[in-house]
């Protein structure tokens, strides 16, 4: 089975600054990997996936993500932050091949001040 | 707009009692789960229904049933509380072949035992 590290639990940053989550993944033959973010009192919402092809993945509010498969890597990029990127991120694969099952990080928490 | 509701958003509950977590979509997914979200242990699926009372154990099932009679709606039980089962409890939905589409969440029910 899969498994995802998200090697931040936290992420202080200030507005306007760019920022990096890191997420890396124990490597398969087949990979589908994405994106989900988490405001305060909300569910989870996507972001952004990688299923195949290019290997940098745009997403919403601006998001990208880079698919590095010899580095097991997905990590999560934003070239300048706002006050409303506050949330928690989370990485997750699918969990086998032939599932529609997923595998979660821990999540990291985004906190951007002003 | 695709819609996830869950029953309640904050739920108080004593040690002992049997507890209902109520869960309905509305885009006719076949997929549904119940995940549990703790802070540094990020989501952890509990159970899966692929079709109507068809379900599959999760990671962590123990203290936990489900019944899923109709499509749109997926019940989460705690059949006998305990503290330890205090938690945010998250919803999701997805079409089959889900792993290469989003699971659509709900908002998410944080119940406390005490």
């Known amino acids: 089975a899969q498994s995802v590290t998200q090697l931040d639990s936290q992420v202080p940053v200030f507005e306007e600054a760019p920022v990096e989550l890191r997420c890396n993944y124990s490597?398969?033959?087949?990979?589908?990997l994405f994106w989900y973010v988490q405001y305060p009192n909300q569910g989870l919402q996507l972001l952004l996936k990688?299923?195949?092809?290019?290997?940098l993945v745009k997403g919403i509010n601006g998001f990208e993500a880079e698919f590095n498969k010899s580095q097991t890597s997905f990590h999560l990029r934003k070239p300048s932050v706002h006050i409303s990127d506050t949330a928690e991120y989370f990485c997750a694969v699918r969990n086998d091949y032939n599932t529609d099952k997923l595998i979660f990080g821990t999540g990291t928490r985004l906190q951007v001040f002003p | 707009d695709v819609k996830v509701t869950q029953s309640s958003r904050y739920l108080v509950k004593r040690t002992g009692e049997k507890v209902f977590l109520e869960c309905v979509q509305d885009?006719?997914?076949?997929?549904m789960f119940w995940y549990r979200q703790d802070p540094g242990l990020g989501l952890r699926l509990i159970y899966f229904s692929y079709d109507v009372k068809m379900k599959e154990k999760g990671d962590i099932p123990e203290g936990y049933s489900v019944s899923r009679e109709k499509k749109e709606r997926f019940s989460l039980i705690l059949e006998s509380a305990s503290t330890n089962q205090t938690s945010m409890y998250l919803c999701?939905?997805?079409?089959?072949?889900?792993?290469?589409?989003?699971?659509?969440f709900g908002p998410g029910t944080r119940l406390t035992v005490t």
């Open positions: 885009m006719d997914h076949e997929n």
């Open positions: 990688y299923l195949s092809g290019s290997t």
């Open positions: 999701a939905s997805s079409p089959v072949g889900g792993a290469a589409y989003e699971q659509y």
């Open positions: 490597s398969s033959v087949s990979v589908y």
